[in-house]
């Protein structure tokens, strides 16, 4: 065995996991093999063990699935991939039923498969860390716990209980599993943890020498009761529903695991694993958790891994930084950092409005200490670290300066000069601009190289992402020093090259208008609402923009309008463009902070928003030619079309950058996993194809030039 060690003494058989060349333990086609090799030694030597411990050599107990074999896996190969499934459950069905007590000895995290393997132990412990994680989180993957982990999770905590644990793929620390009984014992943390746990597990062995699981005893009965019971049945009228609701039908794999869970306990254990292996196969032989391994496995990694970051260069964390302007957005920003232990300059025209910037951490956080998620101290340290003021003098030694003032390069200059001369040495200065170019912005600096663009996404709290924009004088410290700060601030920093728009908001800004021309077209507002959200966007096109406001929206066309005139070039606007302006400048609708867009906002509490009634009338036109599908695909396409020309032009160098940007910033549906992947899931031939369906229906937006056609290709992952 490869990647198994196994020793047999004084009765006790000690099962080590320890794949070689690897940080962590996976179960890789060679280890399925050594399970069938270690099944096989067990059952040889059954009458000499009186007890089998599972244990690892790594720092964690077990990651869980080869990811990267899963991405390989062709829709062909469902059947064997079953057969694989069931010879693994084979071998481990045959260690957990042959009557000796079976101990599991959780030394670090076991997600996925890992929790399944130490769901084999009869009993389990594990080092009382809260960084340790245990679970099955599959679905995040587009994947289901087919190693058993439904079948066994919903026969320890019952159809109720389990089902935050496998559809919603909850995961937890030893602790809580300690009191879910998943795990049954504890030891602390130290250089002793793995000496006493397995001191533990001999005097447990000793006193359960013919162990088995709770439901092979006859009369065990599954918490909660059986989908026949009546309070169960009466929450499965309702749960395919919900999941229906929260998945729009676009991701499989909660639908899939709650039929395991119910299907799984009205029949016997065994057939219930079948159930388990044939779903499972399903779900590794389609599209949809490929796409989703991909992004959020793969690509999240890269990320975080830092492989957008420029290398050779020593790691950096600003200990002061300033903040230019307390709207929304710098108070969000100031709040961020100073959670994170960054002493925050929250800097406005006057002491009142930085104040009020201020607030904006204190409501936050008042909100936490209400609900006791965090203590009186935690907020009173936070709130420390916010110094808010009206005096350019407070700025003085700041490592970083980020501007967040308004969308105006006039005003973004004038800042800049202002404030630049008062950073600390080797400092660097930084626009939160979502538009303008950074290039453009960064001749009002002294030095160039050391400008940069960081792009946060409002809300600054809740959203993970925030795009880097390097100018064409950039320096690649202050790209590295930039990256860092926003791990530092415990989000996504994705890493692009200067344009109009950057990716982020000139992709973003083909949704909306793509939406708003649609309506220009006719089509009725409702059904493209409905088309966004069937295709899986958070929201529909029109209300993003009435969110995003209509006058913003009319402003940055017309700075784009005055920059292409100092350029001595001619700006058309799109169809959408005109749309919005008619919205604007016409009927004075400027989106939702003026109370009236595409939507009407009752202004009783708790009523809710409706599209305004006049959309009809002023667009709507009854012969307009339509099909959902086209709607859809005209939201979706239209980005996914805008992102490669990205990747052709530079902006975008990774696929991974693309992806996790395009969801994570962008609301790109998660279940496609990213613009990108989005394309290459289709199949290039299949997208390019209906592109120029799309091209020659609804226009250019949709054309791929042979320059984007190669950049598609060529940014192609291998696994």
């Known amino acids: 065995m490869k990647t198994i060690q196994y020793s047999l003494?004084?009765?006790?058989?000690?099962?080590?996991?320890?794949?070689?060349?690897?940080?962590?333990?996976?179960?890789?086609?060679?280890?399925?093999?050594?399970?069938?090799?270690?099944?096989?030694?067990?059952?040889k030597d059954k009458d000499a063990i009186k007890g089998i411990l599972l244990t690892s050599a790594k720092t964690t107990f077990f990651a869980g699935a080869d990811l990267k074999g899963v991405m390989r896996i062709k829709p062909s190969d469902a059947p064997t991939i079953y057969a694989e499934?069931?010879?693994?459950?084979?071998?481990?069905?045959?260690?957990?039923?042959?009557?000796?007590?079976?101990?599991?000895?959780?030394?670090?995290?076991?997600?996925?498969?890992?929790?399944?393997?130490?769901?084999?132990?009869?009993?389990?412990?594990?080092?009382d860390d809260k960084k340790i994680q245990l679970g099955l989180p599959e679905v995040t993957l587009g994947l289901l716990p087919g190693a058993s982990g439904v079948t066994k999770m919903t026969r320890h905590l019952g159809l109720m209980g389990a089902q935050p644990y496998l559809v919603e793929g909850k995961t937890?620390?030893?602790?809580?599993?300690?009191?879910?009984?998943?795990?049954?014992?504890?030891?602390?943390?130290?250089?002793?943890?793995?000496?006493?746990?397995?001191?533990?597990a001999l005097v447990w062995i000793?006193?359960?020498?013919?162990?088995?699981?709770?439901?092979?005893?006859?009369?065990?009965?599954?918490?909660?009761?059986?989908?026949?019971?009546?309070?169960?049945?009466?929450?499965?009228?309702?749960?395919?529903?919900?999941?229906?609701?929260?998945?729009?039908?676009?991701?499989?794999?909660?639908?899939?695991?709650?039929?395991?869970?119910?299907?799984?306990?009205?029949?016997?254990?065994?057939?219930?694993?079948?159930?388990?292996?044939?779903?499972?196969?399903?779900?590794?032989?389609?599209?949809?958790?490929?796409a989703m391994i991909?992004?959020?496995?793969?690509?999240?990694?890269?990320?975080?891994?830092?492989?957008?970051?420029?290398?050779?260069?020593?790691?950096?964390?600003?200990?002061?930084?300033?903040?230019?302007?307390?709207?929304?957005?710098?108070?969000?920003?100031?709040?961020?950092?100073?959670s994170k232990g960054i002493a925050t300059v929250l800097k406005d025209v006057s002491q009142e409005k930085a104040d009020t910037g201020k607030g904006y951490a204190a409501k936050i956080t008042q909100a936490r200490v209400d609900k006791g998620r965090m203590t009186a101290n935690k907020q009173a340290e936070i709130l420390g670290r916010i110094q808010p003021t009206?005096?350019?003098?407070?700025?003085?030694?700041?490592?970083?300066i980020i501007e967040a003032v308004f969308e105006n390069r006039e005003l973004k200059a004038r800042v800049t000069k202002e404030t630049e001369p008062l950073l600390a040495p080797g400092g660097f200065f930084a626009s939160n601009t979502s538009t303008l170019p950074i290039t453009g912005l960064a001749t009002a600096s002294t030095d160039a190289k050391k400008f940069i663009g960081i792009h946060f996404f409002s809300p600054v709290d809740k959203m993970q992402l925030v795009e880097i924009i390097k100018g064409t004088e950039?320096?690649?410290?202050?790209?590295?020093?930039?990256?860092?700060?926003?791990?530092?601030?415990?989000?996504?920093?994705?890493?692009?090259?200067?344009?109009?728009?950057?990716?982020?908001?000139?992709?973003?800004g083909t949704f909306v208008m793509e939406g708003a021309a649609m309506l220009g077209e006719g089509i009725p507002a409702a059904a493209i609402e409905n088309a966004g959200i069937q295709a899986g966007m958070p929201v529909g096109p029109l209300a993003v923009l009435d969110e995003t406001a209509l006058t913003l929206s009319l402003h940055v066309m017309d700075q784009t309008r005055k920059d292409f005139e100092a350029e001595g070039k001619t700006y058309t606007a799109t169809p959408g463009e005109l749309v919005v302006e008619k919205m604007v400048n016409q009927h004075k609708r400027?989106?939702?902070?003026?109370?009236?867009?595409?939507?009407?906002?009752?202004?009783?509490?708790?009523?809710?928003?409706?599209?305004?009634?006049?959309?009809?009338?002023?667009?709507?036109?009854?012969?307009?030619?339509?099909?959902?599908?086209?709607?859809?695909?005209?939201?979706?396409?239209?980005?996914?079309?805008?992102?490669?020309?990205?990747?052709?032009?530079?902006?975008?160098?990774?696929?991974?950058?693309?992806?996790?940007?395009?969801?994570?910033?962008?609301?790109?549906?998660?279940?496609?996993?990213?613009?990108?992947?989005?394309?290459?899931?289709?199949?290039?031939?299949?997208?390019?194809?209906r592109s120029a369906e799309l091209t020659a229906k609804f226009g250019e937006g949709f054309h791929l030039s042979d320059t984007v056609k190669a950049a598609i290709r060529q940014h192609q992952p291998q696994y």
């Open 474 to 508: 950039t320096d690649l410290e202050t790209v590295a020093r930039a990256f860092d700060y926003v791990q530092a601030l415990g989000k996504f920093p994705i890493v692009v090259n200067d344009s109009r728009g950057f990716f982020t908001s000139r992709v973003f």
């Open 172 to 200: 937890f620390d030893p602790a809580t599993a300690k009191g879910l009984g998943l795990v049954h014992d504890l030891v602390p943390t130290g250089d002793n943890a793995a000496a006493e746990m397995k001191a533990k």
């Open 590 to 689: 400027p989106g939702r902070a003026g109370g009236a867009g595409f939507y009407d906002y009752p202004s009783d509490k708790g009523a809710k928003k409706f599209l305004w009634p006049e959309l009809k009338g002023l667009f709507e036109k009854t012969d307009a030619p339509w099909t959902i599908t086209d709607l859809k695909d005209r939201l979706l396409y239209r980005q996914a079309v805008e992102t490669a020309r990205c990747l052709a032009e530079n902006v975008l160098t990774t696929v991974h950058d693309a992806n996790i940007g395009s969801i994570f910033g962008i609301g790109f549906p998660a279940w496609t996993g990213g613009a990108m992947q989005f394309i290459y899931d289709m199949g290039i031939e299949a997208f390019e194809a």
């Open 206 to 290: 000793a006193a359960n020498p013919t162990a088995q699981h709770p439901w092979e005893a006859k009369g065990y009965k599954v918490p909660g009761g059986l989908p026949s019971s009546p309070a169960v049945a009466q929450m499965l009228v309702v749960a395919p529903a919900m999941i229906k609701k929260q998945t729009r039908g676009l991701y499989p794999a909660p639908e899939a695991i709650m039929a395991c869970m119910v299907e799984g306990l009205q029949v016997d254990i065994e057939t219930a694993l079948r159930l388990e292996s044939r779903a499972l196969a399903k779900l590794m032989s389609g599209i949809n958790a490929k």
């Open 85 to 127: 499934i069931e010879r693994l459950k084979k071998n481990m069905r045959t260690i957990e039923t042959m009557g000796k007590p079976v101990v599991s000895l959780i030394n670090g995290t076991a997600l996925g498969g890992g929790w399944e393997v130490a769901l084999i132990g009869h009993h389990r412990i594990a080092i």
């Open 9 to 43: 003494a004084d009765g006790i058989a000690t099962v080590t996991f320890d794949e070689p060349n690897s940080p962590v333990n996976t179960m890789c086609l060679q280890w399925q093999d050594d399970m069938a090799a270690l099944t096989e030694q067990i059952v």
């Open 390 to 400: 009206g005096s350019l003098d407070d700025l003085k030694g700041c490592d970083l």
């Open 294 to 338: 991909n992004t959020f496995f793969f690509n999240l990694n890269a990320i975080k891994g830092g492989q957008s970051r420029p290398a050779g260069i020593a790691k950096y964390k600003p200990a002061k930084v300033g903040l230019l302007g307390a709207g929304m957005m710098g108070a969000g920003i100031a709040y961020v950092q100073a």
